[in-house]
């Protein structure tokens, strides 16, 4: 009978300690040293300082929600967009959307699908998209923003360029031929 007391008893004391152990709170995981971050990456960088050189009086947005772009009435819709974000969005001075621009990232595995989807959604919203999938020159940009002016602009450039100037008459054009 002793003997069932005394096993009895380290068993009471053996519950006390463990029911005063889940009584102390536990210490919680450190949290990780925060660090900074890049805001873009090279692409974006260079597609961003692009668009400043070319549009100067415009105002670029980077990395906008597509929940700043639309608006819906129903939940179901909005959860189609939630978390998906525009790399560029070009305003002009009335602070109006004048286009979106997506960039590929090479770096990134997107798959094909989502960028036609997120094409889908603005272009079904009423924005111009334009998407490039790799950073675009400045030729393509003015191409794509200024359209038939710029067009129109560089025909009369070349045309200017491409204009020969007699500035030698014929007997002298020989002596260089002959001397060079």
Known sequence: MTTYMVIGSVLLILVMILASKALIPKTKQQDSALRQRAIFSMHEQLTYTRLKEILPHHTVLAHVSYDALLTTKFSRTRNKYRNLV????????????????????????????????????????????????????????????????????????DTRVAKKYDYYNAAQTRKLRLIG
């Not at 603005?122 to 923003?145: C, N, S, T, W």
Request: no cysteine; glycine share 2%; proline share 4%.
């Open 86 to 157: 525009a790399d560029f969005v070009i305003m002009d001075s009335a602070q109006q959307v004048l286009a979106v621009v997506a960039l590929e990232d090479p770096l990134s595995l997107k798959r094909p699908q989502k960028a036609q989807f997120q094409d889908a959604i603005l272009d079904m919203a009423g924005y111009k998209v334009i998407r490039y999938e790799e950073v675009p020159d400045y030729h393509q940009l003015r191409e794509d923003f200024y359209g038939d002016l710029y067009a129109s602009s560089r025909l009369t450039k």
